[in-house]
């Protein structure tokens, strides 16, 4: 089952913008998170924000969650031509040792 | 991070043979790997769940006579694509918890395995 919905399905720019990515879920989460995936490759973690927190940055990613609108964001700062992948989100149900719940992912194109 | 191996990287077979997909994890235990499926330019399909000594809860729609999991120690799960058809050829990633990871523990994922049937 595939419970995350991600908007846009498709995002072009031009290096140097800034690239939101958002994501919506239907059930209660343990935890979110982001994975980047290139072309016919595998999945490369991004980032996790638990369900307690509300905002989270690593490096040039930030990422938002609210629980009470079941929805998280991913900002990508001063974007590169090599971030341009795939990039889903994935839900943790709160019931543990269940799977990650992909959503349907935004490909995003990061032009030089 | 913990590593997940899959094996083997790709395969190609004729349609109505059988194929093997090896899930490794490499330094830890886990009692629990899951196969996600993943058709171009599509996002990740749990197909099933598998645990270690017993049974795989496979998802609606997914045939467990078609692909067979077995998790017969705590370091490996194989699913195998019994009669092949054109229809299955895709990508097929499994993940890993830790089994000591506790609740908030991680996913990890294999590097995929791409199959082509023809």
């Known amino acids: 089952s595939q419970q995350g919905e991600e908007d846009p399905q498709a995002l072009s720019i031009q290096e140097g913008e800034n690239a939101t990515m958002n994501c919506s879920y239907k059930t209660s989460i343990n935890n979110l998170q982001w994975y980047r995936q290139n072309s016919g490759r595998g999945l490369v973690h991004l980032i996790l924000i638990r369900s307690n927190e509300r905002e989270k940055h690593s490096g040039r990613l930030r990422v938002t969650l609210d629980t009470s609108k079941k929805s998280s964001s991913l900002l990508i700062t001063a974007s590169r031509a090599a971030d341009t992948a795939s990039y889903f989100c994935a839900t943790d149900a709160e019931q543990a040792g269940t799977a990650l719940i992909f959503g349907k992912g935004t490909t995003l194109s990061v032009s030089s | 991070g913990a590593v997940v191996s899959q094996h083997p990287s790709w395969v190609i077979c004729k349609s109505g043979t059988s194929v093997k997909i090896e899930c490794r994890s490499l330094?830890?235990?886990?009692?629990?790997m899951f196969w996600y499926r993943q058709f171009p330019k599509q996002s990740l399909m749990l197909m099933a769940t598998s645990n270690e000594g017993s049974k795989a809860t496979y998802e609606q729609g997914v045939e467990k006579d078609k692909f067979l999991i077995n998790h017969a120690s705590l370091t490996l799960s194989t699913l195998t694509v019994t009669s092949a058809h054109p229809e299955d050829s895709s990508f097929y990633i499994c993940?890993?918890?830790?089994?000591?990871?506790?609740?908030?523990?991680?996913?990890?994922f294999g590097p995929g395995t791409r199959l082509t049937v023809l």
């Open positions: 330094d830890f235990q886990a009692t629990t």
């Open positions: 993940s890993a918890r830790d089994s000591d990871g506790g609740f908030y523990n991680e996913q990890f």
